[in-house]
């Protein structure tokens, strides 16, 4: 009896471990699903849990067929001693990262090393009106030095600061190009961000402050024309927001509410 129970265990070990080495790659993506609320998943994932890559999209739209967010295809490498507690990934992707970057700690306290990530700007107009209506171009990449994540309950703070750089933006609805460049620094304290946008160069003038807290935005600024631009960009600003006089100087209100 004894010897039974032993080979059933060595049997159970044994598909146990040949069902981990063997985890395909797609399982993740029903993790990324979960822990995103369904905005995100993985698409035409290969490979393992342990190697494999994938390319980000969002949530399947018509037919079950997944729209990329970002250029490329995330490759990863995943060591098997998260199953010890212990995380050490690393993610590549020449087109949307500068260098790899390296993700380190337990199952609930996480680093991330530092890293930068290319946007594409079309991707602004996902985000609703009035950038749907502008269908900004441009450069966009964020950067961060490292980022420390820990998971509380279902959510994941973050602490540490990354750096949203819009370089050369434009927009269908504007002859001005480019219409400037940008920079949005996102201050992450745990559950809450501090923005605070401004303006690098160009014709089009934009600032502002605000919150992203618990999922919801809060973010009061406003828009204006540079000196000898307020004529040919009139039209582009009064899809901005409503105008107001401020100091005497004729501006467009920025107020995001979510």
Same mark, same amino acid.
């Given at each position: ?9 060595a ?79 690393? #993610?590549? %992707?020449?087109? $949307?990262?500068?260098q790899?970057?390296? @993700? ?6 996480? *680093? &991330? =090393? +530092? ?36 998971? #509380?309950? %279902?959510?994941? $703070?973050?602490?540490g600061?990354?750096? @949203? ?6 927009s *269908? &609805? =504007? +002859? ?54 307020e004529?040919?960009?009139? =039209? ?23």
């Amino acid at each position: 009896m004894r010897r039974t129970m032993l080979w059933l265990l060595a049997v159970i070990v044994t598909v146990a471990a040949t069902v981990l080495v063997f985890l395909p790659a797609a399982w993740l993506g029903q993790v990324v699903e979960k822990q995103t609320g369904g905005r995100l998943t993985l698409g035409d994932a290969q490979g393992t849990l342990w190697r494999g890559s994938a390319f980000v999209g969002g949530a399947a739209g018509r037919g079950g067929a997944v729209t990329p967010l970002l250029p490329g295809r995330f490759a990863w490498r995943l060591s098997p001693l998260v199953l010890l507690g212990q995380v050490d990934l690393e #993610l590549e %992707n020449p087109l $949307a990262l500068a260098q790899p970057v390296a @993700l380190t700690g337990s199952w609930s306290d996480w *680093r &991330v =090393s +530092a890293g930068t990530l290319l946007l594409p700007a079309g991707g602004l107009a996902g985000l609703g009106a009035p950038l749907n209506t502008l269908a900004p171009s441009g450069n966009m990449r964020l950067g961060w030095s490292s980022l420390d994540l820990a998971r #509380l309950g %279902n959510a994941v $703070a973050v602490s540490g600061r990354t750096v @949203l750089s819009m370089e050369d933006m434009g927009s *269908r &609805v =504007s +002859a001005v190009k480019p219409l400037g460049s940008y920079e949005m620094v996102l201050d992450w304290r745990g559950a809450r961000v501090d923005l605070d946008l401004k303006t690098v160069r160009g014709a089009l003038l934009l600032s502002g402050k605000g919150t992203l807290e618990n999922g919801r935005l809060d973010f009061s600024g406003q828009a204006r024309a540079a000196e000898g631009y307020e004529e040919s960009l009139g =039209s582009l600003l009064n899809l901005l927001g409503q105008r107001r006089m401020v100091d005497g100087k004729n501006i467009i209100a920025l107020e995001f509410k979510q």
